[in-house]
């Protein structure tokens, strides 16, 4: 029970960090797009940028290992989503640069995936600054992260979901509160219908 309720808890903590993915992702997104515009390629981003790019390469680390380790994990079906569609738009990414190489289209499949908050970390790896290595790397990143999430979470039944603990909270709450209000309700009505009589006599 104990070794349980830790792993809740680690559960628990790891789904929060994973909903910073989305702030941290905007964020980066912005922050190295016009920095990258404004100083060019070769180790032009801030410092707060490798910081928030580290923070958010540990949390997707964490969140694999969780997976990795105990075959489970909340949140693991909106990431698998997620990754999967990344590596869509990687792919789009790249018919969008061969076929309109001026198109300003090209800006929505590098924001959606992790594109463009991954460039600091290839460019401070010292690879190329091209579209087919950055995408290639980009893609293998997403990838991997998917397959964690589509291999490596065990499914909880047969033929059916598993139990989400939100729900059944919401569920195991809502339940006998609508049997209350309904038994309020209930006797609400009964007392107004024993009194009525004796008000309409006395009027």
């Not at 060019?40 to 928030?52: D, M, N, R, W």
Request: aromatic share 14%.
């Amino acid at each position: 029970m104990a070794e349980k309720g830790k792993m809740g808890r680690t559960e628990a903590v790891l789904g929060i960090l994973t909903l910073c993915l989305g702030p941290l992702h905007l964020y980066l997104s912005w922050s190295n797009f016009f920095n990258s515009i404004d100083k060019g390629y070769g180790h032009s981003y801030p410092a707060l940028s490798y910081v928030l790019i580290g923070v958010y390469l540990l949390i997707v680390l964490g969140t694999d290992c969780f997976m990795l380790l105990k075959g489970r994990f909340e949140m693991a079906r909106a990431l698998r989503r997620y990754w999967g569609s990344s590596v869509i738009a990687v792919g789009l990414l790249l018919v969008i640069h061969v076929s309109f190489p001026d198109s300003l289209a090209v800006i929505f499949p590098m924001v959606y995936s992790p594109y463009v908050v991954l460039v600091p970390v290839i460019e401070w790896l010292g690879m190329p600054e091209n579209a087919w290595w950055v995408s290639g790397f980009v893609a293998a990143f997403c990838l991997v992260n998917w397959a964690v999430c589509r291999f490596c979470v065990r499914s909880r039944g047969k033929g059916r979901r598993g139990r989400r603990p939100l729900r059944s909270a919401i569920q195991k709450y809502v339940g006998p509160s609508m049997v209350m209000e309904g038994l309020t309700c209930l006797r609400f009505v009964t007392v107004c219908q024993a009194f009525a009589p004796t008000r309409f006599a006395s009027s």
